[in-house]
């Protein structure tokens, strides 16, 4: 993603501008530039383009709600939005994903798009980030429910976000991925630097 485009965008030069992280015995967070995203949309009576993507990538597409998959060929995950609909991140920055799959999608009834300008990422870990997430989302965190490599979309605050729980060495501590649109960049900043401040 280009670096010039995000910082035309007024909202995130705000976001831009702030400290790029926070870091206290309890709790991290910190901005991260955003890898490659794109949205993939199958319709589902088409069978045929289903099967050719998951042949083509090695690996089963996500079918049960709030679940990952990793694609270990493009070092990417695969985000289950909704009943054939899947978000893809791309974690090298390397276009070899989304070359591959344009070309496979120009022959069949697919919808690949290029979000990668639309998303911003936030790392939220240590022993207190649940407590933070618990602040302002409804959503229940507890390792038995919310399972790492699960995902979910939701609200933190009045921002629309997709959190998702990846794994983390210390078992008394949580490691989570917050992505969220531009617009909401700035706000959701503010709102974590409040939310954490008791436990810096």
């Not at 493009?74 to 791309?90: Q, R």
């Not at 990422?121 to 989302?137: F, N, P, R, T, W």
Request: aromatic share 12%.
């Amino acid at each position: 993603m280009s670096e010039l485009r995000l910082l035309e965008h007024p909202i995130l030069g705000l976001y831009e501008q702030s400290s790029t992280q926070f870091s206290g015995d309890k709790i991290k967070f910190k901005k991260m530039r955003c890898s490659e995203i794109f949205n993939l949309q199958i319709k589902s009576d088409d069978h045929n383009s289903f099967s050719l993507v998951e042949s083509k990538l090695k690996v089963k597409l996500p079918q049960e709600p709030n679940t990952t998959e990793k694609i270990k060929d493009f070092n990417s995950t695969i985000f289950w939005l909704g009943p054939y609909e899947w978000l893809f991140v791309s974690h090298d920055n390397s276009n070899c994903l989304d070359k591959f799959m344009f070309s496979e999608c120009r022959e069949y009834n697919m919808s690949w798009t290029d979000i990668s300008d639309s998303r911003i990422v936030i790392s939220l870990s240590g022993y207190d980030a649940q407590a933070v997430l618990e602040k302002g989302c409804p959503l229940d965190f507890h390792h038995d429910v919310f399972l790492v490599n699960s995902c979910a979309q939701s609200l933190i605050g009045q921002a629309s976000v997709l959190i998702h729980r990846i794994s983390c060495e210390n078992v008394n501590e949580s490691s989570w991925m917050i992505y969220t649109d531009l617009s909401y960049a700035a706000y959701l900043w503010a709102w974590l630097n409040d939310a954490v401040s008791e436990y810096i």
